[in-house]
């Protein structure tokens, strides 16, 4: 399974942004999806996690509030809705698709599939 991401760009504080994440194929399964972030000389962070069915959600909380995570299984894709944008946000965003059900989904190694990431600039 391959992940595209898509949709990162340069944008002024306080604007928004879509992310997707399109999935080369279906698995025969539906896992959760998850969106990771690395600023210039940070670890990765988890961002937000979809489940399978799109029913749960789960947020970091730097972002609760201001980002929303979604997911269309129809078109093998997962949305990231960020809003009132900061400069904080700057990082590359990775996708990151899951192979299993429960699990942490704020870790990284719950996820086997990655996207190559997008870049998210947020200027003052």
């Known amino acids: 399974v391959q992940l595209q991401a898509s949709g990162g760009g340069l944008v002024q504080a306080g604007d928004s942004l879509r992310l997707s994440c399109t999935a080369s194929e279906r698995t025969p399964s539906d896992y959760a999806m998850g969106w990771f972030r690395q600023a210039p000389g940070k670890g990765r962070e988890f961002v937000a996690a979809v489940s399978w069915s799109g029913y749960k959600t789960y947020y970091a909380d730097s972002v609760k509030g201001r980002f929303t995570i979604s997911r269309d299984n129809a078109q093998n894709t997962a949305y990231l809705q960020m809003s009132s944008l900061k400069p904080d946000d700057t990082a590359v965003y990775y996708c990151?698709?899951?192979?299993?059900?429960?699990?942490?989904?704020?870790?990284?190694?719950?996820?086997?599939?990655w996207g190559q990431g997008t870049q998210v600039t947020v200027s003052s």
């Open positions: 990151a698709k899951a192979k299993a059900y429960g699990l942490d989904l704020t870790q990284e190694t719950s996820y086997p599939y």
